[in-house]
């Protein structure tokens, strides 16, 4: 018997998989358009090779045996491994990358990264991906360090010879507080507040952008320190102090009243962007480059929307 799996011919492994999940010969030769007589020569090569038995034959009714319940998803998870083998001896004649490392911001979460890294591996299921995460300051230290083959995050100030930028869009964000908070300093947010009212009020804010040198999140001195959108808005919705959010991230709290949203005097259209980054030394296969229009197009309709899209299969780009 070990001869025989030595010698084992997929032709018939398959045979036996796809007559299991049909019940008949006939079903399978009318799924892939061959005569009922080649499967059923095929199993029973199959059988003999084995030395069991895998169906009881009932006229055109197969009944498998417990041999066969206890042979098949063995079976099948090896036609699924040599699938795999066949997409990746593939790759070698192609131009796609067999292997990937995308960082992602973990402040990106309101334009989705999960719904584009499905999406990509269905698209790509040879190409293996590493999907890592860290906040805007340690994405950047990835790609430089070569742990990541390319980044997504917040846009900044830092510029390094090594790196390639691209913008890839713009999002409004928006200046926010509790009712609570709001409250605690008497405030009428349904006016723009002096922007000296707003300084004596602790701001929440990014420290890996600070970090990079965009100052000009901060408003005052009164500062609380995080390292991504998530908390602060979570800090936000606990009267922690206040902040400046993705309209996209937070117009549930909007809507549900855990968070308000204010301007101060002489306020002007807030806008952040998102960067792609890349070593100047490497260049982005199509893999990398269908990651990055699908993430755009996730992107734009969740700030169209001004919420997070929902993903229910079908591609958007």
């Keep these: 018997m070990f001869n025989a799996l030595e010698e084992l011919?997929?032709?018939?492994l398959k045979a036996f998989v796809t007559t299991y999940e049909s019940g008949s010969f006939a079903m399978v030769a009318q799924q892939y358009g061959k005569h009922a007589t080649t499967y059923s020569r095929r199993v029973g090569n199959l059988e003999i090779d084995l030395g069991v038995t895998l169906f009881e034959r009932n006229g055109g009714h197969l009944v498998p045996t417990e041999d066969a319940t206890s042979l098949y998803h063995p079976a099948k998870s090896v036609l699924n491994e040599v699938e795999h083998f066949r997409r990746r001896v593939q790759l070698c004649f192609e131009e796609n990358e067999s292997y990937l490392k995308v960082a992602v911001d973990s402040s990106l979460?309101?334009?989705?990264?999960?719904?584009?890294?499905?999406?990509?591996?269905?698209?790509?299921?040879?190409?293996?991906?590493?999907v890592l995460t860290g906040?805007?300051?340690?994405v950047i230290e990835m790609v430089l360090s070569k742990q990541a083959d390319m980044g997504l995050a917040l846009s900044?100030?830092?510029?390094?010879p090594e790196i390639t930028t691209r913008k890839l869009f713009d999002f409004r964000f928006i200046r926010v507080m509790s009712p609570d908070y709001a409250k605690s300093f008497g405030l009428n947010l349904t006016h723009p507040l002096e922007p000296s009212l707003i300084r004596t009020m602790k701001q929440i804010v990014l420290a890996p952008i600070n970090r990079l040198g965009v100052e000009a999140q901060n408003y005052g001195n009164h500062l609380l320190h995080v390292d991504s959108f998530q908390m602060a808005k979570s800090l936000a919705v606990n009267s922690a102090g206040w902040t400046n959010l993705p309209l996209v991230d937070c117009q549930d709290a909007l809507d549900s009243g855990d968070l308000v949203q204010f301007e101060g005097d002489y306020d002007y259209e807030l806008e952040w962007s998102v960067n792609e980054t890349w070593l100047v030394e490497t260049n982005r296969g199509p893999v990398a480059r269908r990651l990055v229009q699908l993430f755009r197009g996730y992107a734009a309709?969740?700030?169209?929307?001004?919420?997070?899209?929902?993903?229910?299969?079908?591609?958007?780009?």
């Design 135 to 138: 906040n805007t300051e340690q």
């Design 9 to 12: 011919k997929l032709i018939e």
């Design 109 to 130: 979460s309101a334009f989705a990264p999960e719904f584009t890294i499905a999406e990509i591996s269905k698209e790509f299921p040879a190409t293996e991906i590493e």
């Design 301 to 317: 309709r969740s700030l169209t929307e001004n919420r997070l899209p929902y993903c229910g299969g079908s591609k958007l780009v």
């Design 156 to 160: 900044n100030f830092y510029c390094h």
